[in-house]
């Protein structure tokens, strides 16, 4: 299960204050830059564009994971999601390996007996920080990004500027909090739409 904020960074100002940011740094517990290239498919009746979900291959540095994704909630800008993501070279190899992560069988079986179609391009760079954050005995790792880069769809393309904060465990209530300090400390704006929704949108 995915537990996640995502918003829009306003400008580049608003993007180095916060690396730079005291609080920030002192909960840093690891750094990575990661180059990412995501192609977005879906079968040509749109099965998981009906459940709102995604499928995606994605290059990150030197490696490629294939990724579902399924919607179950949002509010208040903290998107919920099942996911699921196994390493593969190619779209096919991953929809036979997800099974084995936890994705719904059945629904792996229908995409791997379909026509798989490409529905757009996604490429950004991302600073990800590994942050460790505690309070009166409570802890969580999160992970906070900031992508910088473009989404591309049918001779379109459109500018990724935006933060993620995500929980990778630990106390959700926690999370939750911190997540709050983060949005208004820098006064960030949710970003209600996912980077595939708004390739979409082109």
Not at 56 to 82: F, H, I, P, S, Y
Not at 169 to 176: A, I, T
Request: hydrophobic share 40%; glycine share 6%; aromatic share 6%.
């Amino acid at each position: 299960m995915e537990l996640e904020f995502k918003w829009d960074l306003p400008d580049a100002e608003v993007l180095e204050s916060m690396r730079a940011d005291p609080e920030i740094a002192a909960l840093c517990i690891g750094q990575e830059d990661i180059a990412m290239d995501a192609v977005y498919y879906d079968t040509a009746d749109g099965l998981f564009t009906g459940m709102r979900g995604a499928l995606r291959l994605r290059r990150e540095n030197d490696t490629t994971v294939c990724c579902m994704k399924a919607e179950r909630a949002a509010r208040d800008g903290l998107q919920v999601r099942e996911e699921y993501e196994v390493p593969a070279a190619e779209i096919r190899e991953g929809l036979e390996k997800l099974p084995a992560a936890g994705a719904p069988e059945e629904l792996c079986r229908r995409a791997l007996a379909s026509e798989l179609v490409e529905l757009c391009r996604i490429a950004y760079l991302r600073t990800s920080l590994t942050l460790a954050v505690e309070e009166k005995g409570r802890n969580a790792t999160v992970e906070l990004d900031f992508d910088r880069g473009e989404t591309r769809r049918q001779g379109r393309t459109g500018l990724i500027r935006e933060v993620e904060l995500e929980l990778k465990q630990g106390d959700e209530e926690l999370f939750l909090a911190f997540a709050a300090r983060l949005q208004e400390r820098f006064a960030l704006r949710i970003q209600e739409k996912s980077k595939l929704a708004r390739a979409m949108g082109l």
